[in-house]
């Protein structure tokens, strides 16, 4: 199916999950939208609920955390302000431990030598949410390494039409692009934007809670905020969903069989009971979730483990390789796996993002109590109730009029081009009113590819000889192809295609012209360069990118708590921190 388009819609083309889905019902748009819509009026008078009209929680920031055992050696001040906890005293308050590897940055590629971009959907937040807490709670900029450019512009809400319940395609494409305010390239951003599943039509949970209780995890920035997560999401199942808790430390140990949510006082009664102590057999721990998983099994149901760990693996099979091993198995049998990290020390990041990424799952970072909240409210049935999986992406550039291309972010999701028809090939999953946005730099015509020092060298070389570019009309930019399955699809059945034309004509003339996401987005992907010492990154356009931000910090909240953010931090870039 392919459909021209006859807007562009998105700011640069970087895949990510912006927005958290829920359920709802939702009449805004179909599955054809992004072919009828033009120009900035393609998202016109559409609107994201902000967090504070969306849910209402009975949790109270003001009151303490539950009363630790008298084993716990941290627990916070009586009568406190728990909704900020205090940096770990188990962990590093003014240094980073156990740095991660140095981040990659993707070249410039030249369209005569590849004229394809492909890579995985990926819904993750946690850089965002490691941004937020370093610089919020601990007062420091966020590792290099911990930055992945998609995920902080994964976190925001964007107005994408999504496609109502009804219509035959799991989520709307569109598209946008205009000239770039901080580089001599144009911006193009491929947005998606999945349909919210109804409550009455979700399909039952069966979630099993694998918590580590290790030593580590005595903090009020941990286990305590677990015990929230777990309280807060008992309100967002349904009453016959299933809950089970699994505890790891020194030992593994079943504190709850699965459970019907309708038995909550059973449930918080086992929640406020748990207490940390000991080593962490981290792999019997996901050994024994999978086994209750199984237990619990629901037949056509949701079959989930979720994570919650300050991400010390260091009894056991930790090597990352092997879980993920282990995790990938598990997954093709049909039980999926999130990754939430808790704690302000650096989690094992990579090592997170990887598991998580094997379990078709989600990797988020709580920091506080009303985050847990949020994540529980906003987030948690989203990254439960899939849509779609196994989601890849393909961008094929006309030689034509694009010269070369930059995708922005995305490094740990490349696929390589000949896999994107190989249908046994795992890629990422979009959940019930999840959206994706991919941002790329072009460089049109017989532009020349921006210089940076230290940038990768650009992917030049003999002409492209392979599959058979498309038959592109004069204008053409790009054909945007897309490749899906089903949610209970097996790995041998085939995936769905859907391709997109995008024409030069629709490009806006200034960057002025284009609509507020494209702007929004673009301004983040700068930012997020910067923090991770992107050799394309301009510490110059640092008032570019906060006049941007200031024109749109009362959209919604998230906006206006990132514009709090990007001053502290910019402070912290001229403190040299």
């Known amino acids: 199916m392919r459909h021209r388009l006859t807007a562009l819609s998105l700011p640069f083309a970087l895949l990510a999950v912006a927005g958290c889905g829920g359920f709802g019902s939702s009449d805004s748009g179909t599955s054809t939208s992004a072919d009828t819509t033009s120009g900035s009026d393609a998202f016109s008078g559409t609107q994201w609920t902000t967090p504070s009209d969306t849910y209402t929680t009975s949790y109270d920031a003001s009151t303490p955390y539950d009363t630790a055992s008298a084993s716990d050696t941290v627990g916070p001040t009586p009568g406190a302000d728990t909704s900020q906890p205090p940096p770990d005293a188990t962990g590093p308050t003014d240094a980073h431990a156990d740095d991660p590897a140095p981040p990659g940055t993707n070249p410039f590629v030249v369209v005569g030598h590849d004229p394809f971009s492909t890579f995985g959907a990926d819904v993750d937040t946690a850089s965002y949410d490691i941004f937020k807490r370093d610089v919020q709670q601990l007062h420091r900029l966020p590792l290099p390494a911990s930055v992945r450019l998609e995920e902080f512009v994964n976190y925001f809400h964007y107005a994408y039409p999504a496609p109502a319940w009804e219509a035959e395609r799991p989520f709307n494409v569109a598209v946008e692009a205009a000239p770039s305010p901080f580089t001599a390239t144009t911006l193009l951003r491929v947005g998606l934007q999945g349909k919210i599943v109804p409550p009455e039509l979700k399909a039952p949970a069966n979630l099993v809670f694998l918590v580590d209780v290790s030593g580590s995890m005595a903090s009020p920035s941990k286990l ?335 906006r206006g708590e990132f514009k709090t953010l990007f001053e502290s931090a910019r402070e912290l870039l001229d403190a040299g921190q």
């Open 224 to 558: 305590e905020l677990v015990k929230v997560l777990l309280r807060e999401t008992l309100n967002v199942l349904a009453p016959e969903d299933t809950v089970a808790i699994v505890t790891y430390a020194s030992q593994e140990k079943i504190v709850l069989g699965p459970t019907p949510v309708a038995n909550r006082a059973l449930i918080e009664q086992k929640i406020a009971g748990l207490s940390a102590g000991g080593s962490t057999a981290g792999e019997r721990g996901l050994a024994m979730a999978y086994e209750v998983a199984e237990q619990g099994w629901i037949e056509g149901g949701i079959n989930h483990v979720l994570l919650c760990t300050d991400g010390d693996f260091n009894v056991g099979l930790s090597g990352t390789a092997e879980l993920v091993e282990f995790i990938s198995a598990k997954r093709l049998t049909g039980i999926t796996l999130t990754v939430v990290g808790f704690g302000g020390g650096d989690l094992n990041d990579a090592m997170m993002e990887a598991v998580s990424n094997a379990g078709d799952g989600v990797y988020a970072v709580i920091g506080d109590a009303d985050s847990a909240v949020a994540y529980a409210n906003l987030r948690m049935l989203g990254s439960l109730y899939f849509i779609a999986k196994d989601l890849k992406i393909q961008l094929a550039f006309n030689p034509a009029t694009v010269y070369a291309y930059r995708l922005l972010g995305y490094e740990n999701n490349a696929i390589a081009d000949n896999l994107f028809v190989d249908d046994t090939v795992d890629a990422g999953e979009i959940g019930s009113g999840h959206s994706v946005t991919a941002l790329y730099e072009l460089v049109l015509g017989d532009g020349a590819i921006p210089e940076a020092a230290g940038a990768p060298v650009a992917e030049d070389g003999p002409a492209y000889v392979g599959a058979e570019l498309p038959d592109f009309a004069a204008d053409d930019i790009v054909e945007v192809r897309v490749r899906y399955k089903e949610p209970g699809a097996t790995v041998d059945d085939p995936a769905i295609p859907i391709d997109y034309r995008v024409a030069s004509h629709r490009i806006f003339a200034s960057f002025d012209d284009a609509g507020d996401d494209l702007r929004w987005a673009a301004a983040v992907a700068a930012f997020a360069e910067i923090l991770k010492g992107s050799p394309y990154a301009r510490l110059d356009n640092l008032d570019a990118i906060a006049a941007i931000i200031a024109e749109q910090a009362e959209v919604d909240s998230d």
